[in-house]
Nanobody, 125 residues
């Protein structure tokens, strides 16, 4: 069973950048689809981005339309870490961001099995 711990959230202004990190332990992230999912107050969980590596081959990569061109997901399999680089942040990106691991290559949050505790990202206008 993999354990996930996020870090890197904070309060920024619109247009700024943030890099979220997700440290994984208890398992190899190459065994999972690694995703970032966010939840804003009063809203349902929303898929942000996901990838899956098999050795040096990228098997799966997907982004929500709302973040395409602004966010980049990357993985460091040797260090069991996943990152989310967020550029040109907007107030509507404000949410708790969760790192998650699952087996299915899709954008449905409910299919992810393991979750971190989340990190708050707040973007002021």
């Amino acid at each position: 069973q993999v354990q996930l711990v996020e870090s890197g959230g904070g309060l920024v202004q619109a247009g700024d950048s943030l890099r979220l990190s997700c440290a994984a332990s208890g398992g190899t992230i190459s065994s999972y689809v690694m995703g970032w999912i966010r939840q804003a107050p009063g809203k349902e969980r929303e898929f942000v981005a996901a990838n899956k590596w098999n050795g040096r081959s990228l098997q799966y990569l997907n982004y929500a339309d709302s973040v395409k061109g602004r966010f980049t997901i990357s993985s460091d399999t040797s260090k069991t870490a996943v990152y989310l680089q967020m550029n040109r942040l907007k107030p509507e990106d404000t949410a708790v961001y969760y790192c998650a691991a699952g087996r299915a290559s899709n954008h449905y949050p409910e299919t992810y099995e393991y979750w971190g505790q989340g990190t708050q990202v707040t973007v002021s206008s």
